[in-house]
């Protein structure tokens, strides 16, 4: 099973709500990340978790908020977005060795902020 | 990522062979990977290389590493419409644990 699984698949919300977007695998990998894709670009690392601490924060805004409930879940609260923020929002794992970052993606979350 | 480039565009006719390139310019680099991204999906892992390899072979697809030309390739042979996708490598470092530094991503479209 090479499997990481998002949730919703897609998600609108206003710049008043708040909202959380999932990610699950059972891989049995220590490091779990989120990315952001805007339209024909490449994903650009937003947070990392190592065996369950946040261990790289790209300087992200805090109204995005990870959160890493176990080894195998991964969450990430969104609250009073922009539109600027719409994007591919994706989930990826990987075994957490040094050096390889063989990571595994989710089939993403596409958020529009209205 | 301004340190690792790709070509923009590729298209190729059904049957061919493909052939993607990527240059990067850290030499420190332990692993270079190759990801498959097609429309509205998630990208797939479709191989990777360690830094001191200069050739893997997985099916239909082969990775080249020239080091000395910090040059990285991925040649799909007998390219099936269903590999009409965006295709990015991507470079990790021992000194950067947890990121990967992708490229631009290269467009292939293939064509009956």
């Known amino acids: 099973d090479t499997e990481v699984t998002q949730t919703p698949k897609h998600l609108v919300m206003g710049m008043t709500n708040k909202k959380s977007l999932k990610c699950e695998q059972h891989m049995g990998h220590r490091a779990m990340y989120w990315y952001k894709q805007k339209a024909k670009k490449p994903p650009e690392l937003m947070f990392v978790?190592?065996?369950?601490?946040?261990?790289i924060n790209e300087s992200v805004p805090s109204r995005f908020s990870p959160e890493c409930p176990n080894s195998s879940l991964l969450n990430l609260h969104l609250h009073a977005l922009q539109p600027e923020d719409s994007a591919l929002y994706l989930c990826?794992?990987?075994?957490?060795?040094?050096?390889?970052?063989?990571?595994?993606f989710g089939q993403g979350t596409r958020l529009t902020v209205v | 990522g301004e340190d690792v480039e790709q070509s923009l565009f590729l298209s190729v006719r059904e049957g061919d062979s493909s052939v993607i390139n990527c240059t990067y310019t850290?030499?420190?680099?332990?692993?270079l990977y190759w990801y498959k991204q097609e429309p509205g999906a998630g990208l797939q892992l479709l191989t990777y290389i360690f830094s001191n390899m200069d050739m893997k072979q997985d099916q239909r697809l082969t990775v080249l590493l020239n080091k000395k030309d910090k040059h990285l390739s991925l040649r799909i042979a007998d390219t099936q419409t269903g590999d009409s996708a965006i295709y990015f490598c991507?470079?990790?470092?021992?000194?950067?644990?947890?990121?990967?530094?992708f490229g631009a991503g290269t467009q292939v479209v293939v064509t009956p």
């Open positions: 978790y190592s065996y369950e601490k946040l261990s």
């Open positions: 850290d030499s420190s680099s332990t692993y």
């Open positions: 991507a470079e990790s470092k021992e000194d950067s644990w947890g990121k990967l530094q």
């Open positions: 990826a794992s990987s075994q957490g060795e040094v050096g390889n970052t063989e990571a595994f």
